[in-house]
C-alpha cells in the first residue's frame, strides 16, 4: 500500500483537514500519478456536505486532477514515467455494457466508479485529487497536450467536459444561438467552448460584476435574470440554453427564451426541484434535457480541442491549506472562475 497525505471532510458537517491514508499497490493496468493540480468542482462541495445523500466519509474530494505519471505498471501501454496526465470524475465502470462498448462510460450502466465517495471493486471507498498521489487504472487517464498549463488544465477534466458533452451531443454549432445561465466554472468554460464551436453565447447571470468577464470572455451579450425585462425582451431567442446554476430557480421562465424545437439542457445540479408547466413545453415544441460529464474518448477530444484554440480555464491557483475558505467563495461566487490548489503545498 502507498502512504498518501490529503484533505478529507471527515462528516458532512466540519471543515477539511489533513487526512492520511493509503493508495493500492501499482498493479500491471495501474499508472501512480503524482499529483500536481486539482480544481475545486462545485460538486466536491454538494458531496462534502452530502447533499445529494449518499457520500461517504471521510471522504477527499477532488476531480479536475492533474499530475506527471511517477510509475507505471507492467502491462501498461499508453502511457510513460513523467507524462503529463489528467483524471476526472470516474476512473473505472464496467467496460462492458453498450454505453461503455461506445464510449459513453459516465452512462455505464453497472454505474460508473467514481473517483471519490464510490467504492472500488475490493469495497474500498475511492479518494480524489485532494492528495498527494493517485493510482488509476490506464484505460481512464487523460493525456494532456503540453500546450495546456497544468493549472489552466485541471478545470477542463470536470467543468470543461460536462459543458463541451452536451454541446457536442446536441451538435450545437456556427448557425445556433446558445444562452448560458450562471457564468461560475462550468459557465465561463461553456462560454469558451461554444465561442470556439461559432456558436453566439449570452450570458445569463444573476451577477451584474460579470457582465465584463462575459465581453471578455467572448459572449455576444449579457442579460441580468434578476430583471423581468429580461424573460421579455429575449422570448423565443434562443436554440439552446445551458443551465449551469448550482442553486434552485425557475426553469418555466428560461423555457420561454427557446425557439421552437428548442432544447434547455441541464447540467447544474440545484438543491430544490422545480415544478414544471407544460404549455412553456407544449405549446413551442420545446425540450428538457440533462446531461453529466462525458465518456474517455470524448474527455481526450475535449482536451486536444482546448490545445488547438488555445482554451483554458481562468484559475485561480491556491494552497491547499485554503480549501475552507476556497469553498466559502465559490457559495459566494467570489472566484473568477476556478480554484485550483497547487499539490506541491502538501508535501
Ligand atoms: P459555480 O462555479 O459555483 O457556478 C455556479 C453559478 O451559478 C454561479 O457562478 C452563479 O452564476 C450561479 N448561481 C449560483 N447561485 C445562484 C442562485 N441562487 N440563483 C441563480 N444563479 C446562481 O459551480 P460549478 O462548479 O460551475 O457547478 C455548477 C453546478 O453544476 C453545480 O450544481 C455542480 O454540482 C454541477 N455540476 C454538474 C456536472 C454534470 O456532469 N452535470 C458536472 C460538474 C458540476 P452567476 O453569478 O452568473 O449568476
Ligand atoms: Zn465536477
Ligand atoms: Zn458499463
Redesign the pocket.
Known amino acids: 500500500m502507498l502512504p498518501t497525505k490529503g484533505y478529507a471532510a471527515m462528516t458532512a458537517k466540519t471543515a477539511l483537514q489533513p487526512f492520511s491514508f493509503e493508495r493500492r499497490d501499482v498493479g500491471p493496468q495501474d499508472v501512480l500519478i503524482t499529483i500536481t493540480h486539482c480544481g ?4 466536491d ?2 458531496q462534502a456536505r452530502d447533499e445529494w445523500g449518499g457520500s461517504i466519509f471521510p471522504m477527499v474530494p477532488g476531480h479536475e486532477i492533474v499530475g506527471t505519471v511517477a510509475h507505471v505498471g507492467s502491462a501498461v501501454t499508453k502511457f510513460k514515467t513523467n507524462d503529463r496526465v489528467g483524471v476526472g ?1 470516474f476512473v473505472d465502470s464496467c467496460r462492458t455494457c453498450a454505453a461503455c462498448r461506445e464510449g459513453s462510460e ?1 452512462y455505464c450502466e453497472a454505474g460508473m466508479l467514481l473517483t471519490y465517495s464510490g467504492r472500488d471493486k475490493d469495497g474500498q471507498p475511492t479518494q480524489g485529487g485532494y492528495s498527494t498521489q493517485i493510482v488509476v487504472d490506464e484505460n481512464y487517464v487523460l493525456r494532456i497536450p503540453s500546450a495546456l498549463s497544468p493549472a489552466g488544465a485541471a478545470p477542463l477534466l ?2 470543461g ?2 459543458t463541451y ?1 452536451p454541446l457536442r451531443h446536441w451538435g450545437v454549432g456556427k448557425y445556433h444561438k446558445l444562452a448560458v ?9 461553456a462560454v469558451k467552448i461554444a465561442k470556439a464551436m461559432g456558436t453566439e453565447v449570452t ?5 451584474e460584476q ?1 457582465r465584463k468577464d462575459a465581453e471578455r470572455l467572448g459572449a455576444f451579450e449579457f442579460a441580468l ?1 434578476s430583471q423581468p425585462e429580461t424573460f421579455t425582451r429575449l422570448q423565443r431567442r434562443f436554440d439552446f440554453i445551458l443551465d ?6 425557475n426553469y418555466n421562465e428560461y423555457v420561454n427564451l427557446l425557439k421552437t424545437d428548442g432544447t434547455m439542457i ?5 438543491d430544490k426541484p422545480t415544478l414544471l408547466e407544460p404549455f412553456p413545453l407544449i405549446l413551442h415544441r420545446r425540450r428538457i434535457a ?5 465518456g474517455i474518448r470524448e474527455t481526450q477530444a475535449m482536451l486536444d480541442f482546448c490545445a488547438t484554440h488555445k482554451i483554458e480555464s481562468d484559475v485561480e491557483v491556491i494552497p491547499v491549506q485554503h480549501v475552507n475558505e476556497a469553498y466559502e467563495r ?2 459566494k ?1 467570489d ?1 473568477r ?2 480554484f485550483v490548489m497547487d499539490l506541491a503545498s502538501l508535501k
Do not use: D, E, N, Y
Request: charged fraction near 5%; glycine fraction near 16%.
Open positions: 475545486i468542482c462545485h460538486s462541495i454538494h470524475c459516465q470536470c467543468a467536459i460536462t458533452s445561465v450562471g457564468l461560475g466554472g462550468l459557465g465561463h468554460m450570458v445569463l447571470s444573476t451577477s460579470k435574470t449551469t446554476v448550482s442553486a434552485s430557480h441541464l447540467v447544474g445540479v440545484p440533462g446531461s453529466v460529464i462525458g465559490v457559495l461566487g472566484v472562475f476556478r
